[in-house]
């Protein structure tokens, strides 16, 4: 399995962005798929979660802003931020587990800034 995260880019404050997050392969199962961010100079955090019954949770800090989906036919995972803050700038990482195996892509730089 291999993620691909992509839709990164710079974006003024208020503006919207889709990330969007594609795993290669076939058959996922009991998969749940989060979207995490790291700032230069933090450590990495919890974004979104999307269970493989469609649950979803968020962080409180992108709560109503942020909403994570899933295009099951297409194996992709979608993350639509809207309101953008700058304290939201950092590269954007999503995590897939399926039948217990956990697998990261590569990250997609996110700046906000006027």
């Known amino acids: 399995v291999q993620l691909q995260a992509s839709g990164g880019g710079l974006v003024q404050p208020g503006g919207s962005l889709r990330l969007s997050c594609a795993a290669s392969?076939?058959?996922?199962?009991?998969?749940?798929l989060g979207w995490y961010r790291q700032a230069p100079g933090k450590q990495r955090e919890w974004v979104t979660t999307?269970?493989?019954?469609?649950?979803?949770a968020y962080a409180d800090s992108v709560k109503g802003r942020f909403t994570i989906s899933r295009d099951s036919a297409e194996n992709t995972w979608y993350l639509q931020m809207n309101s953008l803050k700058p304290e939201d700038t950092a590269v954007y990482y999503c995590?897939?587990?399926?039948?217990?195996?956990?697998?990261w892509g590569k990250g997609t730089q996110v700046t906000v800034s006027s």
């Open positions: 999307m269970a493989s019954g469609g649950n979803t």
């Open positions: 995590r897939l587990i399926t039948l217990g195996v956990e697998y």
């Open positions: 392969g076939s058959g996922f199962r009991l998969t749940t």
